[in-house]
Every structure is written in structure tokens, then in C-alpha cells.
């Protein structure tokens, strides 16, 4: 079905059976609301406490990006009849992801959160870059080298960190306390609304498969590249309450 099925517009959009409208629905609403919820608990507070200039300017770049990608899917899930209160953290009874739980103290820890936070987010993009309803596509498109930026700004500022000491032992901390977080980042395995996404051509993979990628990638590029440990975490993730 998938293969055929192309949404090209908002007008094709609501000729779509009601399962399709609201598997794309509960995609743009997630992004919406922790694409702001992380510019808040983050992106905003890092400003702060960036020690330089040179990174105080980069940092509000990444906090300008991350509000604009809010701002971006809060208008298409506009277009697709999502009530704004829906759009927002807190808005509703849907509750931010529990990554952003975390609360940020360090300049160290929001490098790891963009080093290993924003990984999380390319493959969560990614799995998006050929999603059926193309203005969904299409905005994955336009995010995608932001999105870039902003896990190279983590990793090019650890890299830096963990030349010294003490930084570096403030790295390996947040990492240690921040990398088992992310494994609730990719959903439940075995998870019905995943089934959906991916019946539908939305998505492309299984929760547990861009987990286990995640793992692999997290681990060439903190363990393999900045000579930093990842603690043991259960790479299988929560089980969906059904299975
Ligand atoms: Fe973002
Ligand atoms: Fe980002």
C-alpha cells in the first residue's frame, strides 16, 4: 500500500483514511512539543552558561534553530487540524518526552546532550526523509542540516573537553547519566503505533531497530572517537504495555 500511496498536499491529506491522519498527527505533535520543550530546558539555559563568546554565539544559534523547528511543525500540524493547545508543552495531558526530564546544570552536559541528544535526532529525522505525506518529507528536508549542526557543535565541544582533565570527567559524567535516558527516546519495542506509522509509509523502521542503531553509532562515536565509556544500558528498550 505504501508504496503507491504518495501525500503530496494538506488537500490530499484530509482524503486520507482517519488512521493515516492521525498516525501523521501523533508524529507532528511529539515534534512540535519537544522540539520547544528542549529550546526551553536546554538550548535557552545553555546560553548561560556557555564560557565564551565564540560559544555563547554558536549555542544561541542551536536555541534559535531549535525554536524554529518548533515554530515549523506547530504550523503544518495547524494545517492538519491539530489544535494548537496540542502544539504546546504542557498544553494538554500528552506529556513531554522523558528525556527532558533531565535538569541541566553544566556547560558539559548540554555538549553531551547535543552530542548524543541530537544523534538521537537524525535518526529520528531520518526515518522521516521519505515519509508519504511530503510536506512532512519535505520539512525533514529542510531540518535535517540543522539538525547536522547541532550533534557537530556537541561533538566538536567534547572533543575539546576532554583534553583536560577535570572537563573531561564532567563529560564522561553527563554521559553516564544522560546515555540511558535516551534509550526511552525511540518508544516502545514492539510498539503498536509504530506498526501503523510503518504500515502507512510514515515511518520506515521498528523503534528497536533505530535503537540498536543508536547504540552503534552512539558508541563509534563516543567510545570509538572521544575515548569516552558508555554505561550498560538495555539496548531492547521498554516493551509496548500490549506486547
Ligand atoms: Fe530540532
Ligand atoms: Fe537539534
Known sequence: MSEKLQVKTIEEFNQQPEEYKTAVRKIVRSHAINELFGAQVFD????????????????CRVAMEEYGHHVRFKELGEQIGIPEAELIPGGTSKRPLSVFDFKLKTWEEFCVNKLIGDLAEILQVEDLLHCTFHPLRNLSRQIMPEEKFHAQFGEDF????VQNEKSRAAVQEALTKFYPIMMAFFGATGSRNN???RKWGIKLRKNEEMRADYAVRAKALCEGKLGLKLPKVDVDGPKAAHA
Not at 158 to 161: D, K, P, Q, R, W
Request: negative net charge; glycine residues 0%.
Open 44 to 59: 535557552e539555559p545553555a546560553i548561560a552558561l556557555a564560557p565564551t563568546p565564540y560559544a555563547k554565539w554558536l549555542t
Open 158 to 161: 567534547c572533543s575539546e573537553l
Open 195 to 197: 506498526e501503523i506509522f
